[in-house]
């Protein structure tokens, strides 16, 4: 299971309160190329960590952004099956360890580890990070002030005919919403996947963005769902999987209502939902 926003942001969360202040002393790569076969710009990444401070972590959609003092931001996408995680150096290196920035003292290792190699690695100028190609596109962030009823009424009219699981997952309109958030919200606000997203009253999309803010602050209290690759940046597990009212509950009771949940499969992925409750 992917890695979306609220594991994206555990993450955040704890490294920022762990490294940041710490130096990099080293880069190590694996040298393998990431997402679309990109090889990771090695003396690009040299030149932006080594030797330099991390000043912040932030996160913007399901990037991590890692701010040095080099003028220059570290961007981490961790794509289909990536992690980021500070370990202890003395720790044997995990299997598909792509990247580790070891921190000044030698104690401690930032590794990057991700199997299927679809995450991303790329350094940009913190001075227009706006404009960096990875950032530039993204639409809104539903955990931010800019998210409200209004302004996803407003992108969900400016569809052409999409279904709402579709528009939901779609980061150039929504940023950060993934396949587990889309059946959960939909859920959540009682509307059918298949609804076409530019026909929802105003009642509906504010519906829709209440739980769409929900589901995603409640799984970041839970620091994230767990199923198989997803382990935050210290390695334990989250917990929202005990909140998932939907997601791969299929032929299960609907927890609301009690008629049994199904799946569909819509643009090659699985959505969960009440044939009773969401209409
Ligand atoms: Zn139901």
Known sequence: VVPELPEVE???????????????????????????RRRVDRSALERALAGHRIEAI????????????????????LGMSGRLALVSADLSRAAHTHAVFALEGGADELRFVDPRRFGTLVVRRTDNLDAAPE?????????????????LYARLRGTRGCDVKAFLLDQRRLAGVGNIYASEALYGAQIHPRAIAN????????????????????????????FRDYLDAQGWEGENQHNL????????????????????????????????CQR
């Open 135 to 151: 950032l530039r596109g993204l639409g809104l962030d539903p955990t931010r002030a800019e998210f409200t009823a209004q302004a």
């Open 199 to 226: 026909s929802l009253s105003r009642a509906r999309a504010r519906r829709l963005a209440d739980a769409v803010r929900h589901v995603l602050e409640r799984a970041v209290e839970s620091r994230g769902t767990t």
């Open 10 to 36: 555990t993450i955040a969360r704890d490294l920022r309160a762990r490294i940041v202040g710490a130096r990099i002393a080293r880069v190590e790569l694996s040298g393998k190329p990431l997402r679309q």
């Open 245 to 276: 009212q939907v997601f791969m509950r299929d032929g299960q009771p609907c927890y609301r209502c009690g008629a049994k949940l199904r799946r569909i499969v819509q643009q090659a992925r699985s959505t969960y939902y009440c044939p009773c």
């Open 58 to 77: 932030d996160r913007r959609a399901k990037y991590l952004l890692v701010g040095m003092s080099s003028g220059e931001t570290l961007l981490v996408h």
